[in-house]
T-cell receptor, first 113, second 117 residues
Framework: KAGVTQTPRYLIKTRGQQVTLSCSPI?????VSWYQQTPGQGLQFLFE???????NKGNFPGRFSGRQFSNSRSEMNVSTLELGDSALYLC????????????FGPGTRLTVL | AQTVTQSQPEMSVQEAETVTLSCTYD???????LFWYKQPPSRQMILVIR??????QNATENRFSVNFQKAAKSFSLKISDSQLGDTAMYFC??????????????FGPGTRLSVLP
């Protein structure tokens, strides 16, 4: 069974631009979560989607948004990019919206210049 | 709010030796789940081991085992017969599922483990 895939793997953007990252969960998994990983802040939870609905949201500004499609694929969008948005963005999928193990993708490395 | 602490930012171990990584957490919950994840230099986060708080028996996965002390809120990871491929950042994670808000994963800051030949 294929693992979690994320595209693109690397992105370079400039301040003020917007970016969309994509995540395809493991086949059959219906819950997708997003995390931001930086050397200073570590792993921080962004949001969780299940059945096309955002179920949980971390403490990030409204510039960070996401959505989930009927096939469970998810996208996250960051508008008006800031230098501090440079990070590794990790997507994780789990089978259900229950107390389930999360399986992570390889991440998208975003650099904001 | 739950917090996860990993007091050892960096550790090293000789190949074939045993090493223990520490993790403590703070919660008022009774039912929760604990995880150890490994993130090698390639960056893919990999699940190492999972422990349900309601289970008294410590989880084991091949060379990896945990020492779960619920009363002390401690969840250490022991790696036996260390291999070069164990070199990675190790994250301890706490998870509580809320029926209204879903999974609440909280990660520790990580311990960078280097296995030396």
């Amino acid at each position: 069974k294929a693992g979690v895939t994320q595209t693109p793997r690397y992105l370079i953007k400039t301040r003020g631009q917007q970016v969309t990252l994509s995540c395809s969960p493991i086949s059959g998994h219906r819950s997708v979560s997003w995390y931001q990983q930086t050397p200073g802040q570590g792993l921080q939870f962004l949001f969780e989607y299940f059945s096309e609905t955002q179920r949980n949201k971390g403490n990030f500004p409204g510039r960070f948004s996401g959505r989930q499609f009927s096939n469970s694929r998810s996208e996250m969008n960051v508008s008006t990019l800031e230098l501090g948005d440079s990070a590794l963005y990790l997507c994780a999928s789990s089978l259900t919206w229950g107390p389930d193990t999360q399986y992570f993708g390889p991440g998208t490395r975003l650099t904001v210049l | 709010a739950q917090t996860v602490t990993q007091s050892q930012p960096e550790m090293s171990v000789q190949e074939a030796e045993t090493v223990t990584l520490s993790c403590t957490y703070d919660t008022s919950e009774n039912n929760y789940y604990l995880f150890w994840y490994k993130q090698p230099p390639s960056r893919q986060m990999i699940l190492v081991i999972r422990q349900e708080a309601y289970k008294q028996q410590n989880a084991t996965e091949n060379r990896f085992s945990v020492n779960f002390q619920k009363a002390a809120k401690s969840f250490s990871l022991k790696i036996s017969d260390s291999q070069l491929g164990d070199t990675a950042m190790y994250f301890c994670a706490f998870m509580k599922h809320d029926p209204n808000y879903g999974q609440n994963f909280v990660f520790g800051p990580g311990t960078r483990l280097s296995v030396l030949p």
